[in-house]
């Protein structure tokens, strides 16, 4: 289930909520300015950072409920005070999540999906199937491709899964930004793949499962085809490897999930420094 789906399901079993949102954030906090959660008598939806201080807010907002107040407004040092060593200091502000706060929160959580990265696994086997469930948790789309039904029949309840004739034609259509990781039953197809992901500088991640002979094999290969050195030194083969040799599924696929977020999140940082105006740039009159 999405954030957004999530947050509709609990505002449904939770319509007295009170929303809870970090209006100010000075010096080291655990969440930025923005971050919210929802509090409803029994149950809560997101988090302001955890600790003391969302215990505290917890407290206050149910006691909003319980009391039928409107609102109130919180000024906490992150330190010794409430027992957390942050070293920063928050405003938070509990409101009722009122049909204006419901909407506001719903537009911000489909803008937040709409922007997510996709994240494309070709193969459904073992390692694909423990890797989606990894991903399914993380703030990525997600999509599993295979030409195996059989394959697909066992993926977990909510993963998406696609039965497709020839998966290296998803590369061609997929979104920008999109990542992709290979690791189908056949080495053959896997090369496929990996030749038109690769041809894509967009994206911030591609890996294939393998060995270092399989990397020797498939460079070979992919120069016969007229691939290039700067595109071959992007491919991340083998995935997950970080030096351990730890060869089960399990780790394989979550040390592969980590780099993955790890090269979304260099990449992303890469156009945010892009985008960012030069030091001493007039911006506007």
């Keep these: 289930m999405t954030p957004l789906a999530q947050f509709t399901a609990f505002l449904a079993a939770n319509p007295k909520a009170i929303c809870c949102e970090l209006t100010t954030v000075r010096g080291s906090s655990p969440r930025e300015q923005g971050a919210f959660m929802l509090v409803g008598p029994e149950a809560i939806f997101g988090t302001i ?9 917890i407290q206050h907002a149910r006691r909003l409920i319980a009391e039928e107040r409107a609102e109130e407004a919180m000024d906490v040092p992150l330190g010794p005070e409430i027992g957390q060593c942050c070293g920063g200091r928050v405003g938070v502000r509990l409101r009722y999540a009122d049909e204006a706060i419901r909407r506001r929160l719903t537009e911000r959580l489909q803008a937040e999906e709409a922007a997510l990265p996709w994240v494309y696994v070709f193969g459904a086997g073992h390692v694909g199937r423990v890797l989606a469930q990894i991903l ?9 491709i295979d030409t195996r039904r059989e394959e697909l029949a066992l993926l977990p309840d ?5 039965a497709v004739a020839m998966p290296e ?5 997929a979104p920008q930004g999109s990542c992709y990781v290979i690791l189908t039953h056949d080495h053959a197809l896997d090369f496929l793949i990996a030749q038109e992901a690769l041809a894509r500088p967009d994206s911030p991640y591609v890996g294939m499962v393998g060995s270092l002979t399989k990397r020797a094999r498939f460079s070979s290969w992919f120069k016969q085809e007229g691939g290039d050195e700067a595109a071959l030194s992007r491919l991340v083969l083998p995935i997950g490897s ?6 089960r599924p399990q780790v394989i696929a979550a040390l592969a999930a980590a780099e993955i977020m790890v090269h979304i999140g260099a990449r992303e940082a890469e156009i945010a420094r892009a985008r ?3 030091p001493g740039a007039v911006i506007g009159r």
């Design 49 to 57: 950072g955890g600790g003391a201080l969302e215990y505290m807010v």
């Design 136 to 144: 399914a948790l993380l703030p990525v789309r997600l999509e599993v």
């Design 158 to 162: 909510g993963i998406r899964g696609r």
């Design 169 to 173: 034609a998803v590369v061609r259509s």
């Design 242 to 247: 970080h030096g351990l040799g730890d060869k």
């Design 276 to 278: 960012a105006p030069e």
